[in-house]
């Protein structure tokens, strides 16, 4: 099975609360992120999360990180059109001293008046 | 600050050329990485490094080779392009454990 799954879409209505799920795999994971990757555009850090942590809020964006289910959520509340984007869901660890980041196949946001 | 630089930005090859992907980043980052990105498939690690001099295979390297001579360089090749490899790549950097940067991607069509 893959490292990271996500499930592909999610629909919403403007103004409402989005909720993008994601599980991993690796319990040695150290850190997870949120990416945001726009129409043409490389992938840009939305936030992040320490895997001793079980939430982090900024602004409208919430993640929860359930350690013993390995899974993790970004609430993206009061959604806005300009929110529509693909979203990634990734995981880092150490390997031979290195990070290797694995991302999961990401899930397009679609937001709707 | 230019960040993560790619070139080029976009490219058509036929079956069979070769060609080489550039990546630059000003930020004097260790890591550096090659991912391709198709439809529904996410992010797949070609090659990475952790260090000048260095690489690495991920997880789908057959058909590329990369170099790093400079630490802010990370050069991916096609030796003999073929049209599977069509895709959108990218390259990232980051410091150990941080934040991941991206470049904006090639598109690399292959006829």
């Known amino acids: 099975g893959e490292d990271v799954e996500q499930s592909l879409f999610l629909s919403v209505r403007e103004g409402d609360s989005s909720v993008i799920n994601c599980t991993y795999t690796d319990s040695s994971s150290t850190y997870l992120y949120w990416y945001k990757q726009e129409p043409g555009a490389g992938l840009q850090l939305l936030t992040y999360i320490f895997s001793n942590m079980d939430m982090k809020q900024d602004q409208r964006l919430t993640v929860l990180l359930n350690k013993k289910d390995k899974h993790l959520s970004l609430r993206i509340a009061d959604t806005q059109t300009g929110d529509s984007a693909i979203y990634f869901c990734?995981?880092?660890?150490?390997?031979?001293?290195?990070?290797?980041?694995?991302f999961g196949r990401g899930t397009s946001l679609i937001v709707h008046p | 600050n230019a960040g993560v630089t790619q070139t080029p930005k976009f490219r058509v090859l036929k079956t069979g050329q070769s060609m080489t992907l550039l990546c630059a980043q000003d930020?004097?980052?260790?890591?550096m990485y090659w991912y391709r990105q198709d439809p529904g498939m996410g992010l797949r690690l070609i090659h990475y490094s952790v260090g000048e001099g260095t690489t690495a295979k991920g997880e789908v390297p057959d058909g590329y080779n990369v170099s790093r001579l400079k630490k802010q360089n990370f050069l991916l090749g096609l030796e003999s392009a073929a049209p599977s490899q069509t895709s959108v790549y990218f390259c990232?950097?980051?410091?150990?454990?941080?934040?991941?940067?991206f470049g904006e991607g090639s598109r690399l069509t292959v006829l």
């Open positions: 930020m004097n980052h260790e890591y």
């Open positions: 990734a995981e880092s660890q150490a390997s031979g001293g290195s990070y290797i980041p694995t």
């Open positions: 990232a950097s980051k410091v150990g454990s941080g934040e991941l940067f």
